[in-house]
């Protein structure tokens, strides 16, 4: 008999009318021949009306008292969702994140799963009973109550799949699926039948707010199909599987609206620098986004990155310890910003992808502040009041109101790995996660060396719309595949773009962008030949703050110098000289225990 975990939102158990009919949904499904465990969060605003109160009592409440008080929005529901099963007809038993037997680290209001006992579920589900559980939280090691933080009962409902060895773990909005992007900011989105964990590990966090990105994680790490449908509704909604549909380059877009930005200037071009900014944030377990790197000159190198607004204060602190223990910088930060993003698996394989954006961005006359890429995302940093423009821009240019045939593979890279390359890559993975100490360990499974690169620095261009159209339409004009493309923000009116392309195209691309760059009085071009990007590929390699810290500590004790920067949930990628490219790829197999074949938890 097949498991199914299903899980209901807040507003789907919001009055006793939703209740009653969410209980009939679950017992349809028990009918239909499954074992159910249900996941529940509190009911409607039940959690802002829960953190008001307590906000009356006292301006700073304690943590721990914090997840006393939460946790007690989702036993109400699970006692009154039980009720109504058994009204209609059919066993079930409540069941507190103690009770089910979620062990958490002791980090409260944001805690991570340990481990989770599977003995009281399968009593339960082997008694014929429905299990509804509490989504959100567990406890510690001391039997404190945690809660998980932003997305605490997804999580939940994807761990208790992953445990239990569900058939499908079924998450159950107020929304038809996942949809190209926002469709209160663009009615034309459209729902996506099928979705790869990759794609919607971007998307989410990037401003997508179907799921979070952390119960994604566990998706991806244990291989758990999800199916997010509505709650009102027969509607199919969306499959999250490994493989999602490659018809489409681009998948979706998302919108990310509060950000702000942080930049180091003038700050030493030596190893160890990048190891310090990170060992900082990681110290207050800021993650951080959008990470830019200029390419050094004359010494020095410029840094800038995003995090969220709420997290400005603590990472400007951060920042400026940074400065002082590197004893030059200076430390100045960007409000009023979003983020706009395009991802899609199609992207690797297809040249003009990136001018394709960029183009769409120009003609709605939106200026890009920075720019960073992924092999499968691409994300600009504008105005906010641009923000809305530039994500129905992109979302056109990609025509992604429309369904699309698959295109041909123009321009198509090599790829690095075939089919039984994949299927190692796959292996590799699951048996680290097969020896992971706690269930939300990080899973950093491979580290890649690309020594077919080359370099293109542009400096001194105009901060205005439509240079990073023209820069990268002339690329892909020449059929030139660009690869890794860094923006930092405008100095004295002037920014400056470095990209990566294979080795054999760098001559045809500085010839493409030399022309380009003759309308622009002042800018300049330079190459570097022979340079390696190192990629380290994982899990949330973005909100577990230590990956990053523990690859520049190794990197700068190896003394190799990072050049280039990007980030995303399961890669993050750096440019470093060719020479020193087989030494960094080794310090980087040992930092993360896979020369000896042995996990390192982060």
Sequence with gaps: MAIVVQKFGGTSVATAAKILAAAGRIIATKQAGNQVVVVVSARGHKTDELIDLAREITDSPPAREMDMLLATGEQESVALLAMAVQKLGEQAISMTGAQIGIVTDSTHTKARIRSISTASMRKALEAGKIIIAAGFQGIDTDFNITTLGRGGSDTTAVALAAVLKAAVCEIYTDVE?????????????????????????????????????????????????????????????????????????????????????????????????????????????????????????????????????????????????????????????????????????????????????????????????????????????????????????????????????????????????????????????????????????????????????????????????????????????????????VQNVSQSGHSHISFTVPREALDKSVAATSEVLAKWTGAELSHERDIAKLSVLGIGLRTHTGVGEKMFKALAEAAINVKMITTSEVRISTVVDLAGGQKALECLMATFGLATNAPQPV
């Design 177 to 485: 699926g996942v949809f190209t992007t926002d469709p209160r900011l663009v009615p034309e989105a459209r729902k996506i039948p099928r979705i790869s964990y990759d794609d919607l590990l971007e998307l989410a966090s990037l401003g997508a707010g179907v799921m979070h990105s952390r119960s994604i994680e566990f998706a991806k790490k244990y291989r758990v199909p999800v199916l997010v449908r509505p709650a009102y509704s027969d509607g199919e909604g969306t499959l999250i599987a490994p493989d999602g549909n490659d018809e489409n380059v681009v998948t979706g877009a998302a919108l990310a609206k509060t950000e702000t930005r942080v930049s180091l200037w003038d700050i030493p071009d030596r190893p160890g620098v990048m190891s310090l900014i990170f060992t900082k944030m990681a110290e207050r377990r800021i993650p951080i986004d959008m990470v830019v790197q200029n390419v050094g000159a004359r010494g020095v190198a410029n840094v800038s990155f995003t995090v969220e607004q709420d997290e400005l204060a603590e990472t400007l602190t951060a920042a400026e310890e940074a400065v002082q223990v590197l004893g030059a910088g200076k430390v100045q930060h960007g409000t009023n910003l979003s983020k706009v993003s395009v991802v899609g698996s199609g992207m690797p394989t297809h040249t003009g992808v990136a001018a394709q954006m960029f183009s769409a961005l120009a003609n709605a006359g939106v200026n890009i502040g920075m720019i960073t890429t992924s092999d499968i995302k691409i994300s600009v940093l504008v105005d906010r009041n641009q923000a809305a423009d530039a994500l129905r821009a992109v979302h056109v240019g990609f025509d992604l109101h429309r369904e699309q045939p698959a295109l041909p593979p123009v321009g198509m890279a090599q790829p690095d790995d075939d089919d039984e390359s994949d299927k190692a890559r796959e292996e590799r993975a699951r048996d680290v996660v097969s020896r992971l100490a706690n269930m939300e360990d990080i899973v950093v499974s491979e580290v890649e060396l690309d020594r077919n690169q080359s370099l293109v620095t542009l400096r001194s261009l105009p901060d205005v719309p439509g240079v990073a159209a023209a820069v990268f339409a002339a690329n892909a004009s020449a059929g030139i595949m660009v690869d890794m493309i």
